[in-house]
């Protein structure tokens, strides 16, 4: 009984991990304040973002996955610094649509080319962080005064970050289990084939799921320019182990087909209380990867066992 229960909520498993790890970080620091629980929601923001981009592209199966997110997050935190200055709306579009070129541009290859998704974005994540390189110092890389100001506020007690990171979850969520494309999307990433008999245009679906998750990274790259005050190379990296950590823990799995909105969520508070644990324990930033990468490697292979057991 009770493992069916965590089978059908996968969610418990973040949100269990995200307890203890408080309990260590009390701890470890002798204080209880809900503010660490305000700030680790606010840290987790981009984190998040990305993996619940990984999290889209991911549950197209085949075993896809995006290793440009970071990337792209850098390009757009770029853009959108550098056109707020002109025009704020237009800066944030700027942005976004930058980042869905991206995914696109990965679907397109990974579909039409046969290039397996994994080889496909580390290649063209290094030819992004290269234009980064070749435009950043032609670019303004401090963003909008009034916007910055308006993603540090509060509103009634939450970090305004954690509100937008609140609506986009709940938009996905619709977008997911609510509609026909989120049924398509789930259907393709559990057999292909076998969607693809029943009518369903999966080249379309997938695709889709590369572009929406490269416009969410680029989104990720706006708040995240705005947060820290600036752009600045390769300002993504430490973004990229947790969000894929976040989105395997969360409940999504490495096959595909399978998608949890509120355990990716769970996931990237779980793995911001981590860091910050680990900083209070005053580890090494070598010794913290070290963790981390661990971490990750024992959670894919969790996932990877519990598909395989269901097939």
Same mark, same amino acid.
């Given at each position: ?147 910055? =100001? ?32 989120? !049924? ?11 969607? !693809? ?49 976040? =989105? ?64």
């Amino acid at each position: 009984m009770i493992k069916k229960t965590l089978n059908r909520y996968e969610f418990i498993w973040p949100l269990l991990g995200s307890i203890v790890l408080w309990v260590l970080i009390v701890t470890v620091s002798g204080k209880f304040s809900m503010n660490q629980l305000f700030s680790s929601g606010k840290l987790a923001t981009f984190a998040l973002l990305l993996a619940l981009a990984q999290m889209i592209v991911v549950t197209g199966g085949d075993g896809a996955i995006d290793l440009s997110q970071t990337y792209i997050l850098t390009l757009c935190a770029y853009v959108s610094s550098d056109l707020m200055n002109t025009n704020i709306f237009l800066g944030l579009l700027a942005a976004v649509l930058v980042g869905a070129l991206c995914g696109l541009a990965n679907g397109l290859i990974n579909i039409y080319l046969k290039v397996p998704a994994m080889i496909t974005t580390l290649a063209t994540g290094y030819i992004i962080f290269t234009i980064v390189l070749l435009a950043a110092p032609k670019m303004k890389t401090l963003p909008n005064a009034d916007f910055v =100001a308006f993603i540090n506020s509060n509103w009634k007690g939450f970090s305004m970050l954690t509100v937008i990171c609140i609506v986009v979850a709940v938009l996905l969520a619709a977008l997911l289990y609510k509609t026909k494309y989120g !049924k398509q999307l789930h259907a393709a990433g559990q057999n292909r084939l076998a969607a !693809k008999y029943t009518g369903i245009n999966v080249n379309f679906v997938v695709i889709a799921a590369f572009t929406l998750g490269g416009a969410l990274c680029g989104f990720a790259g706006v708040l995240c320019g705005a947060f820290i005050g600036g752009a600045f190379q390769d300002m993504g990296s430490t973004y990229f182990l947790p969000s894929i950590a976040a =989105a395997f823990v969360g409940g999504t799995a490495a096959a595909g087909g399978k998608s949890n909105v509120a355990g990716v969520c769970l996931g990237a508070l779980m793995m911001s209380f981590m860091s910050t644990f680990l900083n209070a324990a005053h580890l090494s930033p070598g010794v913290q990867k070290l963790i981390l990468g661990t971490f990750l490697v024992l959670i894919l292979v969790a996932s990877v066992s519990n598909a395989t057991k269901k097939k």
